[in-house]
């Protein structure tokens, strides 16, 4: 449910996989760390795919196109995103050293690659006005049902601020969910509420969080927390809203965030 994960010698870190560590998450989802120059080619038959750059400068080809993407950081720079259906080849060449999320699930529907860039990312600002502002975050969604209702996958980010909640109030939804967190300094850290077990966050570690937990989380004061956060629909079920505690639903008042 929960790994401190390292990269292997050749700068790959599983996380999860549909037939092997975490199949219940129903994704494959891998991070990459790429050396300048370094080429990775990416073709599933039966799957969709989604590669995310979180840090550095790569160049993205698929179907005779070319994209350069440059990011300075996950907390100083909003996404690039390339999402393709089953049966496209998906190269990634780095320009310079760069770290990618690969995301992937099966999927037999066709559609069209998209490319999204930062300023299609909308950001919101979320829990300023509340609690005092201790849920305090930034929610990022690049694709969800909303605008890939094609897709069996979402994908977003949150920016945790240093001493503040995010995923609040407690919620769960059917749908399995997969975060893999990054810190703004290498010793931050914080805490993943999965159900009624508390996991200790740190940089580059993860957490599948099975269908109907709760899963709460909170940055250590001082320390800026980000995840990448990614779900699976499910079949006639696509993940749209979450199912808030009903004991923490007094915090909302009047007002009913639903929101990451």
Known sequence: MFEYLEFTSNGKKVISCMDGINKDMLMDITAYRMKQGEVLEFIQSDKETAILLLEGKITYQWLGFTETAARKGVFLEPPYCLHSCKGITMKITAIEDSEILYQSTENDKLFESHFYKPEECKIELMGESQWEGTAKREVLTIFDYK?????????????????RWSSY???????????????????????????????????????????????????????????????????????????????HEWLLNESREEKQ
């Open 147 to 163: 605008n890939a209702p094609y897709s069996n996958m979402v994908i977003g980010e949150v920016i945790t601020k240093a001493g």
């Open 169 to 247: 109030i407690p919620h769960s939804h059917p749908q399995p969910e997969v975060y893999y967190y990054k810190f703004d300094k290498p010793q931050g850290f914080g805490a993943a509420f999965i159900g009624n077990n508390v996991y200790k966050v740190a940089d580059g570690s993860a957490a599948s969080i099975p269908g109907g937990l709760t899963h709460p989380q909170t940055a250590a004061p001082g320390y800026n927390m980000y995840y990448c956060w990614m779900i699976r629909h499910l079949p006639n079920n696509p993940w749209t809203t979450r199912d808030n505690d009903p004991a």
